[in-house]
């Protein structure tokens, strides 16, 4: 059974950082391009960066540019972002995802959902 199960979620304050982890059974990631998205109460969910099967490549949302990192560990089937100076903002549930891919880079949700697997989410707020 493909799985995804993120993690490191949490309540941090404002300024504050958190680590989330995106850990895969059923399957091995080192083919898979691995997308973080976030869902906000009322809001659409939208793209918070994207990582390639190597690690190699990447990109961010440029609301998070410069404060979160993303990476990827395929000898443990886990990828993380790093999140810092966190703001009130970032408040959302946040997925990972991943597609097999042999290409550099893939970050448009409308591939993961059309081909992706998905976590259940892990719940970030920030608040003071």
């Known amino acids: 059974q493909l799985q995804l199960v993120e993690s490191g979620g949490g309540l941090v304050q404002p300024g504050g950082s958190l680590r989330l982890s995106c850990a895969a059974s059923g399957f091995t990631l080192d083919k898979n391009v691995i997308g973080w998205f976030r869902q906000a109460p009322g809001k659409e969910r939208e793209g918070v960066s994207c990582i390639s099967p190597t690690g190699g490549s990447a990109d961010y949302a440029d609301s998070v540019k410069g404060r979160f990192t993303v990476s990827r560990d395929n000898t443990k089937n886990t990828a993380f972002l790093q999140m810092n100076s966190l703001k009130p903002e970032d408040t959302a549930v946040y997925y990972c995802?991943?597609?097999?891919?042999?290409?550099?880079?893939?970050?448009?949700?409308?591939?993961?959902?059309?081909?992706?697997?998905w976590g259940q989410g892990t719940q970030v707020t920030v608040s003071s």
């Open positions: 995802a991943a597609v097999t891919f042999t290409g550099q880079l893939v970050c448009a949700e409308r591939i993961y959902r059309a081909f992706g697997s």
